[in-house]
Nanobody, 125 residues
């Protein structure tokens, strides 16, 4: 059974930093894309960062480039999202998701195979 469990969300002030973690278990595919997404009630889901194992490239939403960084541990069992210079508009539930046999940018892809439940980030002004 594939499971993704996020953690690291918190309440921070504008300009602060957080590092989110997503522990992935039960996923054994070589070619995949894994991404961080965020949801705010009443708004469309946003793709924040997406790593594709096929080309080794990480894609970012324009508004987070230079502030957010995707990374993973050597075993690829945990992925991270380092978030710096946080802004109130970054407040959301952040989720990680993975899709197998996917060969491009997953930021706008709505067919991710597995999702975590998310971790809440609140940025106060």
């Amino acid at each position: 059974e594939v499971q993704l469990v996020e953690s690291g969300g918190d309440l921070v002030h504008t300009g602060g930093s957080l590092r989110l973690s997503c522990v992935v278990s039960g996923f054994t595919f070589d070619k995949y894309a894994i991404g961080w997404f965020r949801r705010v009630p009443g708004k469309e889901r946003e793709g924040i960062a997406c790593f594709n194992s096929f080309n080794g490239h990480t894609y970012y939403k324009d508004s987070v480039k230079g502030r957010f960084t995707f990374s993973s541990d050597n075993a690829k069992t945990t992925v991270y999202l380092q978030m710096n210079n946080l802004k109130p508009e970054d407040s959301a539930n952040y989720l990680c998701a993975v899709v197998k046999d996917f060969y491009s940018d997953c930021l706008m892809y709505y067919g991710m195979d597995y999702w975590g439940k998310g971790t809440l980030v609140t940025v106060s002004s």
